[in-house]
T-cell receptor, first 114, second 115 residues
Framework: DGGITQSPKYLFRKEGQNVTLSCEQN?????MYWYRQDPGQGLRLIYY???????QKGDIAEGYSVSREKKESFPLTVTSAQKNPTAFYLC?????????????FGQGTRLTVV | AQSVTQLDSQVPVFEEAPVELRCNYS??????LFWYVQYPNQGLQLLLK??????LVKGINGFEAEFNKSQTSFHLRKPSVHISDTAEYFC?????????????FGTGTRLTIIP
């Protein structure tokens, strides 16, 4: 079955450590997105990529980095520069252009920094 | 830039009663509109979407929404709710500005069904 896989589901890290969240899709989508979700704040866009080897900052990119070396994969690194990294992270993908009529979401990764 | 407002952060409703979750948006260009549902510790699932055509859109689980361009609204409705509808609901907008294809979400409405 086609879909988006995020791993791991739960992640614990010590303060000051970098951590990488995985996102893989087999939907043949060009566009991929990372969102952060905090209670009462909805989903906020961190980074998005519309094509391989290209990506753009979203609304809250500080303290995060991404890469898009393959169409299927869009990993997110939460760096030590991110001041409040504990959150629920969601990855999504979609077609591009006039075919971009719906985004599909993974099941999320809950990151807790202790 | 586009924005989405969901005025109600929490909505409690008795089982089998009707419900309306409100969504207003702001954009200087034409938009696509969406409602997503999220169950605890899960990703988002699409309920319904408005792209063009009829302003009344029907989705899964008996939900429907009406696009009102003059009021820039896209309210979600269900005539009779069930316990299983307890979840968080997000309204989202995407502009038809190709090259800027990101979704902008509202802050969500938590729907609680009271038995």
């Amino acid at each position: 079955d086609g879909g988006i896989t995020q791993s791991p589901k739960y992640l614990f890290r010590k303060e000051g450590q970098n951590v990488t969240l995985s996102c893989e899709q087999n939907l043949n989508h060009d566009a991929m997105y990372w969102y952060r979700q905090d209670p009462g704040q909805g989903l906020r866009l961190i980074y998005y990529s519309q094509i391989v080897n290209d990506f753009q900052k979203g609304d809250i990119a500080e303290g995060y980095s991404v890469s898009r070396e393959k169409k299927e994969s869009f990993p997110l690194t939460v760096t030590s520069a991110q001041k409040n990294p504990t959150a629920f992270y969601l990855c999504a993908s979609s077609l591009r252009g006039s075919l971009n009529t719906e985004a599909f979401f993974g099941q999320g990764t809950r990151l807790t920094v202790v | 830039a586009q924005s989405v407002t969901q005025l109600d952060s929490q909505v409690p409703v008795f089982e089998e009663a009707p419900v309306e979750l409100r969504c207003n948006y702001s954009s200087s260009v034409s938009v696509y509109l969406f409602w997503y549902v999220q169950y605890p510790n899960q990703g988002l699932q699409l309920l319904l979407k408005y792209l063009s055509g009829s302003t009344l859109v029907k989705g899964i689980n008996g939900f429907e929404a009406e696009f009102n361009k003059s009021q820039t609204s896209f309210h979600l409705r269900k005539p009779s709710v069930h316990i299983s509808d307890t979840a968080e609901y997000f309204c989202a907008v995407k502009t038809l500005n190709f090259g800027n294809e990101k979704l902008t979400f509202g802050t969500g409405t938590r729907l609680t069904i009271i038995p």
